[in-house]
């Protein structure tokens, strides 16, 4: 049965409310001699599957650098599609600017993930042709939105015409709408003046309200889509998960 894998329990809702796109920060930075720098492939992979069996997370985060992809940045993507296929977990990936939303997509589709299995996120900051948008939702990806209170890349009424472009394209059904929060902009870390986790439903909804976006679309995009993105059926452990020597877990 499928379920969302959340760090205390798996959930099988019919509909959540979610944010789909937040950032914990357990520790600043990435040391030079941080061990995603110096794992094989193979290790890298038993730690990514490890990391969703032992609960510490429900989806494999990955980030595309600009083009073409370097040595190890296909290493790392590499284990992130292993430890996809031998989980079902799905992939949430960073697109950031100069990377082709449909080039690293099938990437992880021609080795095997299905493009369902696939969050691609920040293409609203970061690819402005929305044709590439349309044909990878239209290939079965999810498009994580989360430029929305973030007037340094663009406004929210931008960023509602392009949700509003994709609905009208019959894509509703692929998007999530998420705050790329940082402690920064979350009001319980002190900070009074910042949007908080409640401006997507108190501010960013309305305005698309406001738009005409019909209220089942609203559900549809921010209670219906965060379960099917984020709901996956864990297979059973394989042998080929294994683990980093001295790795403690
Ligand atoms: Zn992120």
């Not at 069996?53 to 190890?72: T, V």
């Amino acid at each position: 049965m499928k379920s969302i894998r959340t760090v205390l329990a798996d959930i099988s809702p019919p509909a959540i409310f979610s944010h789909c796109h937040e950032h914990l920060w357990i520790k600043r930075g990435a040391p030079d001699d941080c061990p995603v720098f110096s794992l094989s492939e193979e290790e890298l992979t038993g730690c990514f599957c490890r990391d969703i069996r032992n609960r510490r997370c429900g989806l494999i985060k990955a980030a595309a650098e600009a083009e073409p992809m370097s040595g190890h940045s296909r290493l790392l993507h590499t284990a992130a599609t292993r430890a996809s296929l031998l989980t079902n977990a799905p992939v949430l990936c960073h697109i950031d600017r100069g990377v082709n939303p449909l080039s690293r997509l099938a990437f992880y589709t021609d080795l095997g993930v299905a493009a369902e299995s696939m969050i691609l996120c920040r293409c609203d900051r970061a690819v402005y042709d929305l044709s590439l948008h349309i044909a990878a939702a239209s290939q079965g990806a999810f498009l994580e939105y989360d430029t929305i209170a973030r007037p340094k890349y663009h406004s929210d009424d931008t960023e509602c015409r392009i949700i509003a472009r994709l609905i009208a394209e019959g894509l509703g059904h692929r998007l999530l709408p998420g705050l790329d929060t940082t402690r920064e902009r979350l009001r319980a870390y002190n900070n009074p003046d910042a949007p908080g986790l409640s401006y997507l439903r108190e501010c960013f909804l309305p305005r698309l309200r406001r738009a005409g976006i019909a209220e089942e679309r609203l559900r549809l995009i921010t209670e219906v889509n965060p379960v099917s993105a984020f709901s996956f059926a864990l297979k059973p452990q394989q042998y080929k998960e294994r683990p980093p020597s001295g790795d403690p877990t």
